[in-house]
């Protein structure tokens, strides 16, 4: 009794659920004879509802199709952005026809995860299919890109179908019938212009190899390694070639790889970008943007085993979008603004893919309908693009090659140049070397001893010692402005002043003013500082006129610190009417003075004081009961070996004198 009711039950829901024309309400049946030939757009027959959470059995969507307030396409093929809920839809093919007929039932849009096809025939028998990316390649119908489910037509019958679609990246459903010739007629030509397109990038990704290894510009390897991952391996996972191709076995590996292939593509623009723009040299600002943002990619490849593929797919779309925009300003900023030609190709070409681009990610968020243009404008601004890069990049071997030929051409001038100039700072350093003491005055009771040290061959700092009368002894030590050339000619010119003066000048302020006299005005209008000081034997006196030069230290083994005597007065070549007062000081036997230029206290600097004059003053008075060549040996050391942790950076020029 018990077996005999299940079996009435069954019955009743059998004669419910496929007998019942009104299993898929508010649409009509889709004739057969109107696909004249061609494949079909089911979008003006559709009507779908959201499922959340998914289901999973014809009894349910059934029920739900009857029950739920459900949504008609109108027309427009069903896109729904990047959502994670499920979508059923519902439709009706009738075989208007005398004969059967073998029709095909399929989705274009191949980033589908999970497709369940549904057919509900009018003698109760039930076909279904379960196919999308996360399923093995033969759960398909047929070897196509996309997804299909096969049914077979009895003349004048009615079907049914369920077809319920969900994934993790966006939702778009083009749903399309065709009989079964027609459908393989659309397939051979769809494969025709996928071949074409991949036929395109590989011969060109060849062409560019080749082209690398003959000039080696890094442009084309890294515009090589973009085609390979943007324009083949990502667009291979775009357009649901990977399973068709290499992968029928591996849904996961296909699943995960494709957010993977995403973000390469995106960090494969960057070097390319650089390179074929030149932007370290043309921009180096935006350079360091590009730098900064080529690291986005990378972290999110890095992110993607921890966070959500949903997540990481619209980040992509996201990023994507935005970098389309900067490129596309900075390509048509390196080509207009700066001027450099390439990039026009670069900005023509980029202009095709991000047009295209943008239709495809805009299509993704569901703010574009899907049509034939945004389903293949991407791939066709992509293989525009491959073209006129490959223009570009010629144009751009010929544009660096004319700046190579320039660089050379100043770099043979500049070689001369650097000829001419080293002869030049010979002919200076002899020039120089003959303003200087060659013999220094040997005086009893005085002890002199000098040191030289130029920051270049030839340096600013000038120095001379003169006998003057019988017991007195004249010395002018000065720093002239800069190095080089002109350093040696103020030196001279300096020198000849110098000589001038000592023939009536008899104090050292009058030295100074007398100098001071004949440069001021004709000196380049530069400045120099000076020191002048007249040591008297028999008197036992010094003499000092300064002119903006650092002090002279006086000290003896007596001393309890080092007395430092500067007057006051203004650098020469400031103004003709200047004078320069004098400061006598009285000397004893074992007094010590030392004069200088402003370069010695560098050295003595350290990293435990600022102040370079203070370590000096304080070497010095530890030193003090030294003799004069053993203060000389110590200087001269010091300085040596300062000069060994790097160059100096000015002259550096002493006179020691010591009273015995």
Same mark, same amino acid.
């Given at each position: 009794m018990k077996q005999t009711f299940t079996f009435i039950l069954l019955c009743l829901f059998h004669t419910n659920l496929f007998s019942n024309p009104k299993d898929c309400p508010n649409t009509s049946p889709v004739p057969l004879s109107v696909t004249n030939g061609n494949t079909y757009d089911l979008s003006d027959h559709l009507v779908y509802f959201t499922a959340s959470p998914s289901l999973h059995s014809v009894a349910e969507v059934s029920h739900q199709f009857q029950t739920t307030a459900l949504q008609k396409s109108n027309g427009v093929i069903p896109n729904f952005g990047n959502t994670d809920k499920q979508y059923w839809f519902c439709f009706v093919i009738h075989n208007d026809e005398n004969e059967s007929k073998q029709i095909i039932t399929y989705i274009k849009y191949p980033l589908l995860d999970d497709v369940k096809f549904f057919a509900l025939r009018e003698s109760g028998e039930i076909s279904e299919n379960q196919q999308g990316r996360r399923f093995p390649f033969e759960n398909r119908d047929i070897d196509y890109r996309g997804f299909s489910f096969a049914t077979d037509l009895l003349p004048k019958e009615t079907v049914t179908y369920f077809v319920g679609v969900k994934t993790d990246s966006s939702m778009s459903v083009p749903l399309m019938v065709a009989e079964e010739k027609n459908f393989y007629t659309f397939v051979s030509f769809d494969t025709l212009l996928q071949g074409i397109f991949f036929g395109i990038v590989g011969v060109?990704?060849?062409?560019?190899?080749?082209?690398?290894?003959?000039?080696?510009?890094?442009?084309?390897?890294?515009?090589?390694?973009?085609?390979?991952?943007?324009?083949?391996?990502?667009?291979?996972?775009?357009?649901?070639?990977?399973?068709?191709?290499?992968?029928?076995n591996s849904p996961e590996f296909v699943y995960n790889s494709h957010n993977l292939l995403y973000f390469l593509f995106l960090f494969t623009c960057f070097p390319m970008s650089i390179t074929f723009m030149n932007l370290k040299e043309i921009a180096p600002l935006i350079y360091k943007w590009f730098l900064a943002l080529a690291t986005i990619p990378i972290i999110s490849i890095c992110l993607l085993p921890f966070l959500p593929y949903r997540l990481m797919n619209q980040a992509g779309d996201i990023f994507s979008f935005l970098l389309a925009f900067f490129a596309l300003f900075v390509s048509y900023y390196i080509a207009f603004v700066k001027k450099f030609p390439p990039a026009r190709f670069y900005f023509s070409g980029y202009l095709m893919v991000i047009v295209g681009g943008l239709a495809t990610v805009l299509r993704y968020m569901g703010f574009f309908p899907v049509n034939a243009f945004t389903e293949n404008s991407f791939q066709v601004g992509m293989a525009i693009e491959v073209l006129l890069m490959a223009f570009g990049l010629g144009d751009r071997i010929s544009v660096v090659r004319k700046e190579k030929d320039k660089i050379q051409f100043k770099a043979e001038i500049n070689k001369q140049k650097l000829i001419a100039y080293g002869r030049e700072l010979k002919l200076a350093q002899k020039l120089q070397e003959s303003t200087l003491p060659q013999i220094l005055p040997k005086f009893p009771g005085l002890v002199i001893k000098t040191g030289y040290f130029p920051a270049s061959l030839v340096g600013g700092d000038f120095y001379d010692i003169s006998v003057f009368g019988k017991h007195q002894i004249c010395c002018l030590i000065a720093d002239v402005t800069g190095h080089?050339?002109?350093?040696?000619?103020?030196?001279?010119?300096?020198?000849?002043?110098?000589?001038?003066?000592?023939? =009536?000048?008899?104090?050292?302020? +009058?030295? !100074?003013?007398?100098? @001071?006299?004949?440069?001021?005005?004709? $000196? /380049?209008?530069?400045?120099?500082?000076?020191?002048?000081? =007249?040591?008297?034997?028999?008197? +036992?006196? !010094?003499?000092?006129? @300064?002119?903006?030069?650092?002090?002279? $230290? /006086?000290?003896?083994?007596?001393?309890?610190?080092?007395?430092?005597?500067?007057?006051?007065? +203004?650098l020469i070549g400031y103004s003709k009417e200047v004078h320069y007062p004098e400061e006598v000081h009285k000397l004893s036997p074992g007094d010590k003075i030392l004069l200088f230029t402003d370069g010695i206290w560098d050295l003595w600097e350290n990293g435990d004081s600022d102040s370079g004059e203070e370590e000096l003053l304080d070497w010095l008075l530890v030193r003090k009961k030294e003799s004069v060549e053993a203060l000389y040996g110590g200087i001269d050391g010091h300085i040596r070996l300062r000069n060994k942790e790097g160059p100096a950076d000015d002259d550096i020029t002493f006179i020691l004198f010591e009273i015995t």
């Open positions: 060109m990704s060849i062409y560019n190899l080749f082209v690398y290894f003959m000039v080696r510009d890094k442009a084309y390897i890294f515009y090589v390694l973009y085609l390979l991952i943007s324009a083949i391996l990502f667009q291979f996972s775009l357009q649901g070639l990977l399973p068709v191709l290499f992968f029928p080089g050339v002109p350093a040696a000619i103020e030196a001279a010119m300096l020198k000849i002043a110098y000589m001038q003066t000592l023939a =009536f000048a008899n104090k050292p302020g +009058k030295v !100074l003013e007398s100098i @001071n006299v004949s440069l001021a005005g004709n $000196y /380049k209008n530069q400045f120099l500082t000076a020191s002048a000081i =007249f040591i008297d034997l028999e008197l +036992k006196q !010094l003499k000092v006129a @300064n002119a903006g030069h650092p002090a002279l $230290y /006086k000290f003896n083994e007596n001393s309890t610190s080092i007395e430092v005597i500067r007057p006051k007065g +203004k």
